[in-house]
């Protein structure tokens, strides 16, 4: 069983920078694929970003390539999410979560482990 804790996020003026970051306990670090996800109220939760087991793919949703870098340190145990130049549309609850997938999947269905979410808030 792992467990996910999400810190990092707050509150910030668009064009602004967030590093988002989330600490895993309980399990081989290493042995999943982690990925960001996110969740706007009244929204189903998206996919932002995914790396594989040992880091070498990564994965974006297009709306964020070029702005956001998920990058992880299997030693630490710890994900990390880098966020420049945002936007009022990335505000939202982002949530770490884990797969015993392929980081290839994209789908809140196939990650096994969840935090609990950190609030990031981009004012126009």
């Known amino acids: 069983q792992v467990q996910l804790v999400d810190s990092g996020g707050g509150l910030v003026q668009a064009g602004g920078s967030l590093r988002l970051s989330c600490t895993a306990s309980g399990g081989t670090f290493s042995n999943y694929a982690m990925a960001w996800f996110r969740q706007v109220p009244g929204k189903e939760r998206e996919f932002v970003a995914s790396i594989s087991w040992i880091g070498t793919s990564t994965y974006y949703k297009d709306s964020v390539k070029g702005r956001f870098t998920i990058s992880r340190d299997n030693a630490k145990g710890t994900l990390d999410l880098q966020m420049n130049s945002l936007e009022p549309e990335d505000s939202a609850i982002y949530y770490c979560?884990?797969?015993?997938?392929?980081?290839?999947?994209?789908?809140?269905?196939?990650?096994?482990?969840w935090g609990q979410g950190t609030q990031v808030t981009v004012s126009s």
């Open positions: 979560a884990a797969s015993r997938k392929s980081a290839y999947f994209k789908g809140t269905d196939d990650y096994d482990y």
